[in-house]
Each structure stands twice: as structure tokens, then as C-alpha cells.
């Protein structure tokens, strides 16, 4: 994947002179431009602005009333979701932090262990495993969770919280990232300056290499944890007990519920408002470490 | 790439196995749960169960060998078949559609002066922070007649509201919802690789004379095509895996079937068929087919994309 322009390079501009002699642009701000982003703006936010009117309602107006209209219910779909089988949402909820906190940590752990080894040592059989790292980014994540589950069956390890989480904790692209960012940010000559020291390699890693890597793990960490929140298919897949569902698949099992009782609408949409506003103030909390650039410098 | 420290030197050798030792955990997990699931798939593909004696009683079933007949099976399988076009149909929509608007936004966001960027930018990518399966919940409440928006609003306004979750449009329903996910992501990663273009390109070209537009046409577009080759390349990738998305209408509408992609027939037939042995045949093909089409776009695209920047 070595095929673009190498980062910094002066590109050259090959096409010459078009369209003549035109106007200067001008100062004034480009309205089309800013009206079209705005329209893309509307059609992000607007299935959000509707799930926080629909959240207010009750179960009659929800059907009654004008849509984006809020009401006064919220608080009391709360307390009627808590209330759902013993609070079992605020359940779904705590395994999702488990799932993707816990998985997320881990696979930046074992992500940068790897990537640093990768960038940083020449060691016998490291191409082999850069190639099947590289296969293993374009092997469809969701296509391994029926494998997966194949053999976790085959152990008896279904329906644990360690068929998702160990899954969740390995991660090609995690790995690659990692590998990128030690090779950019890990400094060969102060490995070897500790090295004379008497360092340790364990030492030189967390005490050298950690602290620059940070930046980039936390971009990993960042990925890992929204893909695992994101995975439907290998919870829905391994877990059967609906006390270890992640909330996704809690609210998909309510929405198939409410198929056939609509009066469960109601608490469905109030789980997803509350389901999505945690990830929604991380993000924007975090907004700066989205460092999208790394994302797409990875295949410089 | 790196230069690896340099054994010999003047600081202590580096040891051989501190390598081996960072790597294992990644390489234990590897293995077992990327290289062995897929090992034990292609194993099951091949094999089949028979009846022994009377067939009957808990043990008078074994697994033998099949050779090829689960891959003719499913390859010959009508439903098989269907939920492919059905995929092909939904990528060549949701791919386009998704990238396109993802380059427009971007370029947009880029041009000089415009107004409300960052609120722009933000909101676009805001989608991105809510998981697929939540996503299709929202917009699945508003396909749903009866909760409607939209509806409501064509009522209110005497139109005949359409049917977004009926045979006709469940399609471009689906693809939707993945547009709606997708393209503030694939906005940021092109948006990014513009800002890292040097301004003195865009001088240049203003000196000769280009305006705005011509410059993202003949300069922006062209410098940013890696970066929208890789989101072609994951896009295709994501899209032959579809899953969520109808798996979550699929409770609001007759118009998804349970095999309604591979990835939903593959589940129906481990799951619900009890069938194994084709849904692993099924992954094996579903997977052969994502990294035969990923790996050939690339290379395709590359040839064409920078054939004309080697020289």
C-alpha cells in the first residue's frame, strides 16, 4: 500500500493554465458553498434531534402527537426503562462499558506492544508477519464472527462475557496503526543512549516509547473502543443469556418485542437517546485526539 | 520505515527475544482467534454429517468428509444468489453515494471563507459516535409510518407519504442509513489529506488563472485520490459484510427476508437451520470474494490513479 505521494513531497502542478482570465474570487463569504454544508449538517443531526422530541413522549403521543414536538414524559420513560425487568438496560449499558472500555484498553495495550516490536527491532520472521498482519486488515472483521463462534462452541466458552471481549481484543489495524506511530515517534538514538545506560528493553519500552506514543495509542484506543460498541453481529452471535447483551443487542431485542407490542416503542427509543449520549460527550470531549489524519496516513 | 538499532555497537547487544516477547500476546490472539476460526471453517466446509445404521439415538450421527459438495450447493443456491445481486445493488448505491457526498462536504469544507465550518464539520461527523444498530433504530422509527417525520409532515401537507420501508425503497432505505453513517468519516479522512496539500499549489494555480472550482476539479481531487481509494477499498469491505442494518429494520417490515444478504443467510443457516456446514461455506466464499474484489480494486485503481505519476 506504498502508492501515494510520500508525505511532504512537492508535488507538481501539472496542469497548466485553464479557462483563461477570470475574476478574482473575491471576499465575500461563498453562500452556495455554506448553504449545501448546512443541508448536510440537517440531514446528520436530524434522526438525533428526533430521538431527544421522541424521548419526551408518552406512549400515545408518540403516535398522536406532531413529531417534532417535544412533550413532558421523559422523565417518566426513564423511570419506566429503569424500571424494565429490574433495571436490566442500565445492565446492557454497564456490559457495553465493559466490552468496549476493557476491550479497548487491552487492544491498544497489545496493539502498541506489537506495533512498537514491529517498527522497532529486526528480528527473524518480521516481514512473514507484517504480511498476514497486512491480510488480516482486509479480512472482513464480521465474516470471523460465525468462525468465531464455531469454535468458541466447540470449547463451551459461548454465552460468556469472554467470547466477546477476547475477540474484540485483537486487532490488524490496531496493530498497523501502532507500528506507523513508533516508527515516526520512538527515537532510535535514545533507545540505544539507555541502552548503554544498562536499560532493559521492558524498561526502554514503557519508559521511552510509551510516554511519545501516546498520542497514537489514544487514536487507537479511540477506533477500538467505537468498533466494539459498534459490533452487533459477534454479541448478537455468542451471547444468548440477555443479562450479558451489550445494548445494542438489548435494544434490538426490545425492538423485536416491540413488534408485537408497540407500547414497548416508547422505552425503545428512550434506551437509544440515553444509549448514544454517552458516546456522543466522549466524542465531543475527545474531539482533538480524532486524529483522522493518522486514519488516512496510514496508507502513506 | 525505521532502521533498527544496530547490534554490535557501543551499548549492550539487544536481546533476541525481548522482540518475540513484546509480540506474543498479539500473536497468541492471532492465532487464535483469526487464523483458527478461519482454519476450522474451511475445515467444516468440507465435511458433512451422515446417519450411521438405523440413523437413530443421540450418537448416530457422524461428520465426513464432503469434498466439494457444500460449496456447489451453496453456489448453486437461488437465495444465495439473490442476497448477492441484493448486495451488489445496495453497494453500488451506498459506495457512491456515500464517497461522493463525502467529497463534496470535504471540498466544501476546504474552500475558503465558508461560513458555519466547524458547526458543518462536527455535525457531519457526529453520526460517526452513534453505533450502526442505534442508527438503524432511529431511522427505522423514521421509516415507520405511524411515527414517522416525514409522515407526519407530508399529511400536514396532503401528499401521499411514501412507503420507505416497502419492497420498492427498502433498498435505498438501507443504503441510507449506511450514507448517514459513513460519510462524515470518509469527509474527515479526505477533508485531512487536503488540508496537508501545500498552499503554494493553490497559488500557483490562482496565478494561472484557475478559479475555486477548477482548482478542486484539476488539483484537489486529483491529490486527494489516495486517500478516497482506501475509503472505496474499506467501503466495498463493509458493504459485503452488511449485516446490522437490516437485521434491525428487520423486525418493522416484511420487506427483509432472513436471508436477505450472505452475511444474514450465513446466520440463518448456523443459527436457525442448524446447518453448519454451508453457512461455513458460505463465510469462506463471502470472505475469498472481499479480498478478491478489495486486493483487485486496489490494484486497479492504483494503475490508473498513479500510472501517470511515475513518470
Redesign the interface.
Known amino acids: 500500500?506504498s502508492?501515494?505521494?510520500a508525505?511532504g513531497a512537492?508535488?507538481t502542478?501539472?496542469?497548466?493554465?485553464?479557462?483563461?482570465?477570470?475574476r478574482p474570487?473575491g471576499?465575500?463569504?461563498?453562500?452556495l458553498?455554506?448553504a449545501?454544508?448546512?443541508l448536510?449538517?440537517?440531514?446528520?443531526?436530524l434522526?438525533?434531534l428526533?430521538?431527544v422530541t421522541?424521548a419526551t413522549k408518552d406512549n400515545t403521543e408518540?403516535?398522536s402527537t406532531?413529531?417534532?414536538w417535544p412533550s413532558g414524559s421523559l422523565l417518566d420513560n426513564i423511570r419506566e426503562l429503569s424500571a424494565y425487568r429490574d433495571g436490566l438496560f442500565w445492565r446492557w449499558m454497564l456490559n457495553t462499558a465493559v466490552f468496549a472500555g476493557v476491550g479497548a484498553v487491552a487492544s491498544t495495550?497489545?496493539?502498541g506492544?506489537?506495533g512498537?516490536?514491529?517498527?522497532?527491532?529486526?528480528?527473524r520472521g518480521?516481514n512473514v508477519?507484517f504480511n498476514?498482519?497486512l491480510?488480516?486488515v482486509?479480512?472482513?472483521?464480521?465474516?470471523?464472527a460465525?468462525?468465531?463462534?464455531?469454535?468458541l462452541a466447540?470449547l463451551s466458552m459461548t454465552d460468556t462475557y469472554w467470547s466477546v471481549l477476547?475477540?474484540s481484543?485483537?486487532s490488524?489495524y490496531g496493530?498497523y496503526l501502532a507500528r506507523i506511530f513508533?516508527?515516526a515517534s520512538?527515537p532510535?538514538d535514545v533507545?540505544?543512549?539507555a541502552?548503554?545506560d544498562?536499560a532493559?528493553?521492558?524498561r526502554i519500552?514503557t519508559r521511552i516509547a510509551l510516554p511519545v506514543m501516546v498520542p497514537g495509542l489514544v487514536t487507537v484506543f479511540l477506533f477500538q473502543f467505537?468498533a466494539i460498541?459498534?459490533n452487533?453481529?459477534l454479541p448478537?452471535?455468542m451471547l444468548s443469556d440477555d443479562t450479558r447483551f451489550p445494548v445494542?443487542?438489548g435494544?434490538?431485542s426490545l425492538?423485536?418485542q416491540?413488534?408485537s407490542q408497540?407500547a414497548l416503542?416508547t422505552l425503545?427509543?428512550t434506551g437509544?437517546l440515553l444509549?448514544?449520549l454517552p458516546?456522543?460527550l466522549?466524542?465531543?470531549l475527545l474531539?482533538r485526539y480524532?486524529r483522522?489524519?493518522m486514519?488516512?496516513g496510514?496508507?502513506? | 520505515?525505521?532502521?533498527?538499532?544496530?547490534a554490535g555497537?557501543?551499548?549492550?547487544r539487544?536481546?533476541?527475544t525481548?522482540?518475540?516477547?513484546?509480540?506474543l500476546?498479539?500473536?497468541v490472539?492471532?492465532v487464535?482467534?483469526?487464523l483458527?476460526?478461519?482454519a476450522?471453517?474451511v475445515f467444516?466446509s468440507f465435511r458433512r454429517t451422515q446417519a450411521i445404521g438405523l440413523g437413530l439415538g443421540p450418537n448416530s450421527r457422524e461428520q465426513v468428509f464432503a469434498g466439494w459438495e457444500n460449496y456447489a450447493a451453496t453456489l448453486t443456491d437461488p437465495e444465495l444468489l439473490d442476497s448477492t445481486v441484493r448486495v451488489l445493488g445496495y453497494g453500488l448505491i451506498l459506495v457512491p453515494v456515500m464517497l461522493g457526498?463525502a467529497l463534496?462536504?470535504a471540498l466544501?469544507?476546504d474552500?475558503?471563507?465558508?461560513?458555519?465550518?466547524r458547526?458543518?464539520r462536527?455535525?457531519?461527523?457526529?453520526?460517526?459516535?452513534?453505533?450502526?444498530?442505534?442508527?438503524s433504530?432511529?431511522?427505522?422509527?423514521?421509516y415507520l409510518p405511524?411515527?414517522?417525520?416525514v409522515t407526519?409532515v407530508a399529511e400536514?401537507l396532503g401528499l401521499p407519504a411514501p412507503d420507505f420501508l416497502g419492497l420498492d425503497n427498502i433498498l435505498v432505505s438501507v443504503a441510507n442509513i449506511g450514507v448517514?453513517g459513513g460519510?462524515?468519516?470518509n469527509m474527515?479522512?479526505?477533508y485531512?489529506?487536503l488540508?496537508?496539500?501545500?498552499q503554494e499549489?493553490y497559488e500557483?494555480?490562482r496565478l494561472?488563472?484557475?478559479?475555486?472550482v477548477?482548482i478542486a476539479l484539476?488539483?484537489k481531487i486529483p491529490?486527494v485520490m489516495?486517500?478516497i481509494?482506501?475509503t472505496s477499498v474499506f467501503s466495498i469491505?463493509a458493504t459485503?459484510?452488511v449485516?446490522?442494518e437490516p437485521?434491525?429494520l428487520s423486525?418493522?417490515t416484511n420487506s427483509i427476508s432472513t436471508t436477505w444478504t450472505p452475511?444474514m443467510k450465513?446466520?440463518r443457516d448456523?443459527?436457525i437451520a442448524n446447518d453448519?456446514y454451508s453457512?461455513?461455506a458460505t463465510?469462506v466464499i463471502?470472505?475469498v470474494v472481499?479480498?478478491v474484489l478489495?486486493?483487485g480494486f486496489?490494484r486497479l485503481v492504483?494503475n490508473r490513479a498513479?500510472g501517470?505519476?511515475q513518470r
Open positions: 500500500m502508492t501515494t505521494l508525505p512537492t508535488p502542478l501539472t496542469a497548466g493554465p485553464v479557462g483563461g482570465a477570470r474570487s471576499r465575500r463569504p461563498p453562500l458553498a455554506s449545501v454544508l448546512l448536510g449538517a440537517l440531514y446528520c443531526l434522526p438525533v428526533w430521538v421522541a408518540l403516535f406532531f413529531t417534532f495495550l497489545v496493539s506492544m506489537c512498537y516490536a514491529m517498527a522497532k527491532y529486526r528480528f518480521r508477519m498476514v498482519l491480510a488480516g482486509l479480512v472482513p472483521g464480521v465474516v470471523l460465525v468462525p468465531q463462534y464455531l469454535l466447540e477476547l475477540p481484543i485483537i490488524p496493530i513508533a516508527a520512538v532510535d533507545m540505544e543512549a541502552r548503554t544498562g532493559g528493553e521492558w519500552f467505537v460498541w459498534n452487533f453481529m448478537f452471535i445494542t443487542v435494544l434490538y425492538l423485536n416491540g413488534a408497540p416503542y425503545v427509543i437509544a444509549a448514544v458516546l456522543i466522549l466524542f465531543l474531539q480524532w483522522v489524519d486514519l488516512a496510514a496508507v502513506k | 520505515m525505521s532502521s533498527a538499532p544496530t555497537g557501543v551499548g549492550r539487544v536481546s533476541r525481548a522482540p518475540y516477547a513484546f509480540i500476546p498479539a500473536a490472539l492471532f487464535v482467534f483469526m483458527v476460526p478461519i476450522y471453517t467444516l457526498l463534496l462536504f466544501l469544507l474552500t475558503p471563507r465558508v461560513l458555519l465550518a458547526f458543518a462536527i455535525s457531519i461527523f457526529l453520526p460517526y459516535a452513534v453505533p450502526v444498530i442505534i442508527a433504530l432511529l431511522w427505522g422509527f423514521f405511524s411515527v414517522s417525520p407526519a400536514a448517514w460519510v462524515g468519516f474527515l479522512v479526505i485531512t489529506s488540508r496537508s496539500i501545500p499549489v500557483a494555480a494561472d488563472g484557475c478559479s475555486e477548477q484539476r488539483v491529490m489516495p486517500s481509494i482506501l469491505i459485503l459484510q449485516f446490522s437485521k434491525m423486525p418493522l452475511l450465513v446466520y448456523a443459527f453448519i453457512a461455513a463465510s463471502i470472505a472481499t479480498l478489495s486486493l486496489l492504483n498513479f501517470g505519476e
